[in-house]
């Protein structure tokens, strides 16, 4: 059975987000701030699926961000399953538009990573 992670790659911070074959449900995960922690993440909760936010402008075009794209080069070296690369323009906005207060919802990172990955999960349908 597939495992998915979903990515929102930020310099700072990192969403997460999980999701199963069987139910093809994205949760809010945690939030993250290096590529350690992804590390752990995908050994511990037995990945062997990544969806990862893809930046892009507003027109379309590709976001060439030297960090993002470094990013990118380091985590395909060290797994050895597909990366699915979403366009994950607006994410965060649509994250903020979630109901909840800051003591009752997930963070915006976490949130933005679950829209990601949902947005793969049912154009898998």
Aim: aromatic share 6%.
């Amino acid at each position: 059975m597939k495992k998915y992670l979903g990515i929102d790659w930020g310099e700072k911070r990192i969403g997460l987000a999980l999701a199963e074959e069987e139910t093809k449900i994205a949760t809010p995960f945690k939030t993250v701030s290096n590529m350690a922690e992804i590390l752990a993440v995908i050994q511990e909760e037995e990945i062997n699926m990544i969806v990862i936010g893809s930046p892009k402008k507003m027109n379309g075009e590709k976001a060439n961000n030297p960090k993002y794209l470094d990013f990118i080069t380091r985590l395909e070296k060290r797994v050895d399953f597909s990366i699915i690369f979403l366009d994950e323009r607006l994410s965060s906005l649509a994250a903020d538009a979630l109901i909840g207060t800051k003591k009752t919802k997930a963070g915006r990172d976490e949130i933005a990573a679950t829209i990601i990955l949902q947005g793969y999960l049912d154009e898998q349908s």
